[in-house]
């Protein structure tokens, strides 16, 4: 008998810390599903110095095909910073 293994919270900025061995395509999640790499578009409004700006920004995401778990790397929060601030610089 096997205890049930406490529930894992990925987090992004801690993808350094974590072991990244064995199935990289295994959901961390529930265990079962494979992590499939997507980019899916993302559109948001962020605050900034200059008010809200409306984003959109073309995100590489990981998505399990079971549960539905998502989550994205280092890189793509640097795509969104990038695109926060292409439309802050196009205000006035
Ligand atoms: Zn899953």
Not at 49 to 73: H, S
Request: charged share 30%; proline share 8%; with cysteine.
């Amino acid at each position: 008998m096997s205890p049930l293994k406490p529930l894992k919270i990925a987090r992004c900025d801690n993808v350094a810390a974590m072991p990244n061995e064995g199935d990289p395509g295994a959901c961390e999640f529930c265990g079962h599903g494979r992590v499939i790499r997507r980019t899916e578009e993302v559109a948001f409004y962020q605050w900034t110095g200059k008010g809200y700006v409306f984003c959109r920004a073309a995100i590489p995401m990981n998505i399990c095909n079971r549960c539905g778990a998502k989550n994205w790397e280092p890189e793509a929060e640097k795509l969104i910073q990038k695109a926060v601030r292409r439309e802050h610089d196009k205000l006035p």
